[in-house]
């Protein structure tokens, strides 16, 4: 069979990518480590070489900073009008995707793809405008400087001092079809800068004393040609993938570690680590498993599996190969990753027979096989042999071993007592076969060496019992001995063969066995809409997969980790530790078995990380530490980690969306219920205001009747007002309120609103703090007064009789701050956050009137005005309260000049 056949499902996405990327528009980024190199003129050449063959080319965005080089290289490109958008009172120029789109040239240029839209465009980003350029089939050229990359924002931030807030998300750059690095040496920048070409006047003066310094200059050179050269290494190991090169191509001094099954393989791997981190380069570290490695005792599995453990912790990418020969399972896994150097450790020497008949050194096999790579053999570091570990493990072997070549000459014992009624009837050739079916069947059912033992068996057996003269080893014939020279060698080769497949059958059925439970706990889950229903079915598929134990700690509604409610069935010395898994929810690392924290608990706590939040721990007491320590089935294990919090976040959303929409119904029915109440009542109490004030009109009234009918006049008004406040509200969140903006004085307003209050601020000091000058507010002065009004009553209405009521006002920058303050008691520390919400009062069951309504009212006006409102304690002595509101300032509209009479 040809391995290096292309996968089928591989070459139909390949299509699909094709398919896409020939309906989508191409991105070149020329990438530069700063302003200055020449990215734009670069760009802008590269422009006029395609116009000048024809290609239509369109200027979307050039910026030149008035350099005269890049001005005069940027004439006779078709340039596209900017689009004016309206910004705090002035009209800005930006990029007019919408005229890009509808021209729809074969090439646009779009300079400065970091750079931040004005708010209002589209997009926030330039570069979401070019990826909808790219999507309509357009090809793009634009420019990028290394400290706008995303990942590298803080490395430059930390070298030159200065954040860069425009930043390129590095997946966005990954995915551009070239990119063409421009660079320029720093003392070349540097005199670039003196000369006037980079920046002109007091702003290159700054620059060279700040951003373009020639340490800083040199740093952010070496970033750009190290993620240059990252990328163009991404770009060759794609096209390696798709040509389907076998040979490794030394671009990169990349190592690979073997890890072997010896103790001195820790040795191996720190000091492959020690050369990658010399070299400043990647490096992998594999442990073949071959079948004879697979019956190594427990114990020495384990140790193994730890310095698989112990690579990855030191940054290899690790990876447990199940193969047959090592040095084709490596040179294989080199070949993938472009690996150019394997580390091995070098064996001990060996002994003349061993060098004639056993097998050839696993270096001189990589010789072979992969002659491309530079194998480099460690000298291993003394290890004391641990003798009681070996010991120990022979002894616990050794009876299973004993009970297989056992099994195999019994096996071709009873082979020759079936064959030897059956010499009379069938010729030798078939009793031959009979032996060799034996073989075949030890090789399947009991491995490779008890094979080997049928095989030798085998021909003894045939030559003793069926060859002249029978019951002796002595052959009559010559010939034979050519028979059982062939008989013994397709006995070794078939036993060889089938034991292989059979190990090839095995990794294959565990590899089904993995795929088929993740598919079940995937369609499991998908099913499931209740918290309850993830946690029983995530915990019966990972005691499945672990062959032990498995608990979820999850989240409650107050953000509190919950222990599985199956714990309470387990004995308190079997529980995990409740410590641990916070240890790891709050880490967001795994904890426990067979890791850095606590590893002798003999629960592994992995977290379950979603993509908005971490949503609980998986808590796994495995059968075996093979699970949690074995690279590949610790993936597996976070891949269900994976899926399960997926799960969790799915049904979380879903019942925070049940939640949302049964308050929304709640509060629409609220809200339905008060408007219809306050047009009821206030008809009703309309009458009995009117009633009230016509009685105590009455000429000839005594006193005490005269004082009820005044009372109740009062009484009613001030529940007419509660009532207004209802239907008020009930209009605000209903969105029938249109606002009536016009652009009103606010001493004006300030004004209306103590005129209307008069009666009630009466017993109270005003003090005003309203400066001349401040600028015209674009509001509905109507509600605002309204907002005014609930404030200054609110502060009446807690304060005692003589207290100072103060309001004062101050613009700063483009918003206006308007306060309103007092002396009085203050406001509950406990309630502050809460004095805006509906029916919320700052006193409980007192007498002062009310139903905890206008400070909601005043806060949806506010809001309405895109402002928002906040109370905190007043910085008086004695305490007090203070409100304080911020509305945006507009552009008020010119005033006509009056020309003098």
């Given at each position: 069979m040809d391995d290096t056949r292309p996968d089928p499902d591989a070459l139909l996405a390949q299509l699909r990518e094709d398919e896409a990327a020939a309906a989508r528009g191409k991105l070149r980024i020329y990438f530069g480590s700063s302003a200055g190199v020449g990215k734009t003129y670069a760009m802008l050449q590269a422009a006029r070489k395609l116009k000048a063959e024809g290609v239509d080319v369109l200027a979307g965005v050039v910026v030149t900073h008035g350099r005269s080089e890049t001005v005069a290289v940027a004439e006779g490109l078709p340039p596209l009008?900017?689009?004016?958008?309206?910004?705090?009172?002035?009209?800005?120029?930006?990029?007019?995707?919408?005229?890009?789109?509808?021209?729809?040239?074969?090439?646009?240029?779009?300079?400065?793809?970091?750079?931040?839209?004005?708010?209002?465009?589209?997009?926030?980003?330039?570069?979401?405008?070019?990826?909808?350029?790219?999507?309509?089939?357009?090809?793009?050229?634009?420019?990028?400087?290394?400290?706008?990359?995303?990942?590298?924002?803080?490395?430059?931030?930390?070298?030159?001092?200065?954040?860069?807030?425009?930043?390129?998300?590095?997946?966005?750059?990954?995915?551009?079809?070239?990119?063409?690095?421009?660079?320029?040496?720093?003392?070349?920048?540097?005199?670039?800068?003196?000369?006037?070409?980079?920046?002109?006047?007091?702003?290159?003066?700054?620059?060279?004393q700040h951003f373009f310094r020639k340490g800083n200059l040199m740093a952010l050179r070496e970033l750009a040609l190290r993620r240059t050269a990252d990328r163009v290494e991404d770009d060759v190991q794609a096209w390696r993938s798709n040509q389907r090169v076998a040979e490794v191509w030394k671009t990169e001094a990349a190592i690979l570690c073997a890890i072997g099954p010896t103790p001195s393989a820790e040795s191996v791997v720190r000091s492959a680590a020690l050369l990658a981190q010399q070299l400043n380069v990647s490096w992998h570290a594999v442990y073949v498993e071959t079948p004879a490695l697979q019956r190594l005792p427990d114990a020495q599995r384990e140790r193994i599996l730890r310095v698989v453990r112990l690579a990855h912790e030191l940054g290899a990418t690790t990876a447990v190969l199940q193969q047959q020969d090592p040095a084709v399972a490596l040179a294989?896994?080199?070949?993938?990753?472009?690996?150019?150097?394997?580390?091995?450790?070098?064996?001990?020497?060996?002994?003349?027979?061993?060098?004639?008949?056993?097998?050839?050194?696993?270096?001189?096999?990589?010789?072979?096989?992969?002659?491309?790579?530079?194998?480099?053999?460690v000298a291993a570091s003394p290890v004391a042999p641990d003798v009681e570990t070996h010991k120990r493990s022979d002894e616990q072997d050794w009876p299973r071993q004993a009970r297989h070549y056992g099994l195999a000459a019994a096996a071709c014992a009873l082979t020759a007592a079936l064959s030897w009624p059956l010499q009379w009837h069938f010729a030798q050739a078939n009793i031959v076969m009979l032996f060799l079916l034996a073989v075949v069947g030890v090789a399947l059912r009991l491995g490779r060496g008890p094979a080997v033992l049928a095989s030798f068996l085998s021909v003894g057996l045939f030559d003793f019992f069926f060859v002249e003269p029978k019951l002796s080893f002595a052959v009559s014939d010559v010939q034979y001995l050519v028979t059982f020279a062939v008989m013994l060698a397709v006995g070794l080769v078939t036993g060889q063969l089938t034991a292989g497949l059979r190990y090839q059958a095995r990794v294959s059925a565990e590899r089904e066995t993995r795929a088929r439970a993740l598919f079940e706990l995937t369609s499991d889950l998908a099913g499931a809409l209740q918290t309850e229903q993830v946690l029983e079915i995530a915990e019966q598929a990972l005691a499945r997969e672990v062959h032990g134990q498995a608990l979820v700690y999850s989240l409650d509604l107050q953000d509190r980790l919950q222990p599985s409610p199956r714990e309470a069935a387990l004995a308190d010395a079997e529980r995990p530790d409740a410590g641990t898994a916070r240890w790891a929810f709050d880490h967001d690392q795994p904890a426990g078995l067979a890791t850095d924290t606590l590893p002798g608990s003999p629960w592994f706590f992995l977290p379950l990380s979603a993509a908005m939040r971490t949503r609980g721990v998986l808590a796994l007491r495995p059968s075996s530490n093979r699970s949690v320590l074995q690279p590949e089935l610790r993936a597996q294990l976070e891949t269900y980690g994976r899926i399960v919090a997926q799960a969790l976040e799915r049904v979380h959303y879903v019942e925070v969306a049940q939640g949302a929409l049964v308050q929304i119904e709640s509060e629409r029915l609220r809200n339905s219920l008060l408007s219809a109440l306050s047009h009821d009542l206030r008809t009703p109490l309309a009458v009995v205001y009117g009633m009230a004030q016509t009685l105590a009109a009455q000429p000839g009234l005594d006193a005490q009747a005269r004082e009820l009918a005044q009372t109740l006049s009062q009484q009613?008004?001030?529940?007419?007002?509660?009532?207004?406040?209802?239907?008020?509200?009930?209009?605000?969140?209903?969105?029938?309120?249109?606002?009536?903006?016009?652009?009103?004085?606010?001493?004006?307003?300030?004004?209306?609103?103590?005129?209307?209050?008069?009666?009630?601020?009466?017993?109270?000091?005003?003090e005003l703090d309203l400066p001349q000058g401040l600028p015209l507010l674009n509001l509905d002065a109507a509600l605002m007064e309204r907002v005014l009004g609930n404030l200054l009553e609110n502060a009446a209405k807690y304060t005692p009789p003589g207290s100072v009521i103060r309001i004062a006002a101050r613009s700063a920058d483009d918003k206006l701050q308007l306060e309103v303050a007092d002396n009085g008691p203050g406001l509950p520390a406990a309630q502050i956050d809460r004095l805006f919400d509906k029916f919320t009062r700052g006193e409980r069951e007192s007498s002062t009137p009310g139903v905890g309504l206008g400070l909601a009212i005043c806060r949806a006006i506010v809001e309405a005005h895109g402002g928002r409102i906040w109370a905190e304690a007043a910085e008086v002595a004695g305490g007090g309260a203070r409100f304080r509101i911020e509305l945006p300032l507009g552009q008020p509209p010119e005033m006509p000049e009056i020309e003098p009479e």
């Open positions: 009008a900017p689009k004016l958008i309206e910004y705090r009172g002035k009209s800005l120029p930006e990029f007019d995707l919408d005229g890009a789109l509808a021209r729809k040239p074969a090439l646009i240029l779009v300079d400065e793809l970091a750079h931040a839209n004005v708010p209002g465009s589209r997009h926030p980003k330039r570069w979401q405008d070019v990826e909808e350029l790219l999507a309509a089939g357009i090809d793009v050229y634009s420019t990028l400087n290394v400290q706008h990359l995303e990942s590298l924002n803080d490395v430059v931030g930390g070298i030159t001092g200065v954040r860069v807030q425009e930043t390129l998300p590095d997946t966005f750059f990954d995915r551009a079809d070239e990119v063409v690095l421009v660079d320029t040496p720093a003392d070349e920048l540097l005199a670039r800068l003196k000369a006037g070409k980079v920046y002109t006047g007091a702003a290159a003066e700054r620059a060279t294989a896994h080199a070949r993938e990753h472009n690996l150019s150097k394997l580390m091995l450790g070098r064996g001990e020497p060996l002994s003349a027979w061993r060098r004639l008949a056993g097998p050839r050194p696993l270096a001189q096999r990589l010789g072979e096989v992969a002659p491309e790579l530079d194998v480099v053999a009613s008004q001030r529940v007419g007002a509660m009532v207004n406040n209802l239907l008020d509200m009930a209009r605000l969140q209903s969105g029938a309120v249109r606002l009536n903006l016009q652009w009103q004085p606010l001493d004006e307003v300030v004004g209306s609103s103590l005129q209307a209050l008069e009666q009630v601020l009466a017993g109270h000091r005003i």
